[in-house]
């Protein structure tokens, strides 16, 4: 079945840095578009990238543009989310989540808490 | 400021039918499908419909979603207490050449 594993979560100063990573299995992982969408606490979600199969098409929300990375390697089967410069308002927890270029997510990750303090 | 607006809140009684909202623009739903998410407290999200109407396995049928123009709808009928969560729509936005949620509607089953 799927599954998709996310770490590297934590706590961090404002302008540090933090990598998130996903472990995917139950799928063939370079067939499918990967995203990563987080919830601040209390608040909605939001989609802040997405990576196509092949890693040639790259999607960014305005509020990660530049700060965010998105990346895959689909001989490990991972999803990397390289986050620099972070802020207050990027505290949340971040889904790793299966997905296609329409809106959709068939799966999700159980999600990684990111918290911004210092 | 969610691009897909949708309702704060809803609620209904056990057995009653409940439908949420999800307004969007030609950019967006009118000419994209339309996606819903169900959020139980504490959890991850998971898709509840997708391409407007369909249901994934394992969803019932006590769900429905359709879409007319700019406006996307999720239909729950015999509401059960299980149902209470909070709802997101969803959809690809041509002119943010991006994916985009709603706000999230938190349904309480009174």
């Known amino acids: 079945q799927v599954q998709l594993v996310e770490s590297g979560g934590g706590l961090v100063k404002p302008e540090g840095s933090l990598r998130l990573s996903c472990a995917a299995s139950g799928f063939t992982f370079s067939d499918y578009f990967m995203s990563w969408i987080r919830q601040a606490p209390g608040k909605g979600l939001e989609w802040i990238s997405y990576?196509?199969?092949?890693?040639?098409?790259?999607y960014y929300a305005d509020s990660v543009k530049g700060r965010f990375t998105i990346s895959r390697d689909n001989a490990q089967n991972s999803l990397f989310l390289q986050m620099n410069s972070l802020r207050a308002e990027d505290t949340a927890v971040y889904y790793c989540?299966?997905?296609?270029?329409?809106?959709?997510?068939?799966?999700w990750g159980q999600g990684t808490l990111v918290t911004v303090s210092s | 400021q969610s691009v897909l607006t949708q309702p704060p809140s809803a609620s209904g009684t056990p057995g009653q039918r409940v439908t949420i909202s999800c307004s969007g623009s030609?950019?967006?739903?009118?000419?994209?499908?339309a996606n819903w998410y169900q959020q139980l407290s504490g959890t991850a999200p998971r898709l509840l419909i997708y391409?407007?109407?369909q249901r994934p396995s394992g969803v019932p049928d006590r769900f429905s979603g359709s879409k007319s123009g700019t406006s996307a709808s999720l239909a729950i009928s015999g509401l059960q207490s299980e149902d209470e969560a909070d709802y997101y729509c969803?959809?690809?936005?041509?002119?943010?050449?991006?994916?985009?949620f709603g706000g999230g509607t938190k349904l309480t089953v009174l």
């Open positions: 990576i196509s199969g092949s890693g040639i098409t790259i």
């Open positions: 969803a959809a690809w936005d041509d002119i943010l050449n991006g994916p985009v």
């Open positions: 391409s407007n109407s």
């Open positions: 989540a299966r997905c296609f270029p329409t809106g959709e997510v068939d799966f």
């Open positions: 030609s950019s967006n739903i009118g000419t994209n499908i």
